[in-house]
């Protein structure tokens, strides 16, 4: 059974830091997704990662995908206040997307 | 492209009404997925349609839940009796024809049942 593991849960962060938020699961799989939920609103495609060593970016967020470390990462270049959400990572097995709990980040001022 | 609608966006009941919850996939796509988001139990997969055939209700949480999708292009899930704890938000999702796992939310229906 695929299990997806996010971590941390919750995160705090300075405006202009630097983090990232992790994604582990269970068994093998080349293709994971990373959604955004802004707080009262649905899902939204953030990015997708199709094979060994994907790499997208998208303004101050980039998202990589390590299929043998089974390991996904969301990395946060210089936080603003824009991106205060919650993330999701997704991984595709044999079944639907199975998905994490989700990343609820704030980034004060 | 219009993308999945869902009907009511807000829905307020008492306890013991049956509730209708609806969803238009997107165009094309061949998969339908039933979520529901709360802040305790996160978001969870109730059932899931390919090519309008329920394929996995293991997420169903009683048999007072109950989905349909009567053809490609509509889908319900009905609550009967609703109680407080159905209280939630439901997300339907849909994805494409076999190739692509991606998934694609409606707005949700945040369903108050008291």
């Known amino acids: 059974e695929l299990k997806v593991e996010q971590n941390p849960l919750f995160l705090s962060m300075q405006e202009g830091k630097n983090y990232t938020i992790y994604c582990n699961y269970s068994?093998?799989?080349?293709?994971l997704y990373w959604y955004r939920q802004d707080p009262g609103k649905s899902l939204e495609s953030l990015f997708v990662?199709?094979?060994?060593?994907a790499v997208k970016q998208e303004g101050r967020l980039m998202a990589s995908l390590d299929t043998k470390a089974r390991l996904s990462t969301l990395h946060i270049t210089a936080a603003v206040h824009d991106l205060s959400a919650t993330y999701f990572c997704?991984?595709?097995?044999?079944?639907?997307?199975?998905f994490g709990k989700g990343t609820r980040l704030s980034v004060i001022a | 492209d219009a993308g999945v609608i869902q009907s009511p966006r807000h829905e307020v009941t008492e306890m013991g009404q049956e509730v209708t919850l609806r969803c238009k996939p997107i165009?094309?796509?061949?998969?339908l997925f039933w979520y529901r988001q709360t802040m305790m139990r996160g978001l969870e997969l109730l059932i899931y349609?390919?090519?309008?055939?329920?394929?996995?209700d293991s997420g169903m949480p009683e048999d007072r839940f109950s989905a349909k999708m009567p053809n490609a292009s509509f889908s319900t899930l009905k609550i009967q009796p609703s109680e407080p704890r159905d209280s939630a938000v439901y997300f339907c999702?849909?994805?494409?024809?076999?190739?692509?796992?991606?998934?694609?939310f409606g707005p949700g229906t945040r369903l108050t049942v008291l």
């Open positions: 999702a849909s994805s494409p024809s076999s190739g692509s796992d991606e998934q694609f």
């Open positions: 068994t093998t799989s080349d293709r």
């Open positions: 990662l199709l094979s060994n060593g």
């Open positions: 997704a991984v595709a097995g044999n079944t639907p997307l199975v």
């Open positions: 165009s094309g796509h061949n998969s």
């Open positions: 349609f390919n090519n309008n055939v329920p394929i996995d």
